[in-house]
């Protein structure tokens, strides 16, 4: 392993230490995995929005079976019978 010094302040210096007493890791290994996700985050080239992780998750939209109505066959014949009726009255 590679020793790498840094400087930083109180807060984060108690933050770590608690974190440390917490999960009975040493500190220094806690400031490797913190490293280590935050880099893999940020080198990701893939980054997905949520929409895009729900999408490619178990969640898929609902399919009713229905056609957009504006362009379903049956609906434009029932919709031209219904306007012809209404211009031509009986």
Same mark, same amino acid.
């Given at each position: 392993?590679?020793?790498?010094?840094?400087?930083?302040? %109180?807060?984060?210096?108690?933050?770590?230490?608690? %974190?440390?007493r +917490?999960?009975? #890791?040493? $500190?220094? &290994?806690?400031? $490797? &995995? %913190?490293?280590?996700?935050?880099?893999? &985050?940020?080198? #990701?080239?893939? !980054?997905?929005?949520?929409? =895009? &992780?729900?999408?490619?998750?178990?969640?898929?939209?609902? +399919?009713?079976? #229905? !056609?957009?109505?504006?362009?379903?066959? =049956?609906?434009? +014949? #029932?919709?031209?019978?219904?306007?012809a009726? +209404?211009?031509?009255?009986?």
């Amino acid at each position: 392993m590679v020793v790498t010094t840094f400087r930083t302040t %109180a807060d984060l210096e108690e933050l770590l230490s608690q %974190a440390a007493r +917490r999960t009975g #890791k040493a $500190r220094s &290994e806690i400031i $490797r &995995e %913190a490293i280590g996700v935050y880099c893999r &985050e940020l080198l #990701k080239d893939d !980054k997905q929005t949520w929409f =895009d &992780e729900l999408s490619s998750s178990h969640f898929q939209p609902i +399919r009713s079976g #229905k !056609k957009d109505l504006a362009t379903n066959p =049956d609906h434009l +014949r #029932k919709a031209m019978r219904d306007a012809a009726r +209404r211009s031509h009255p009986d």
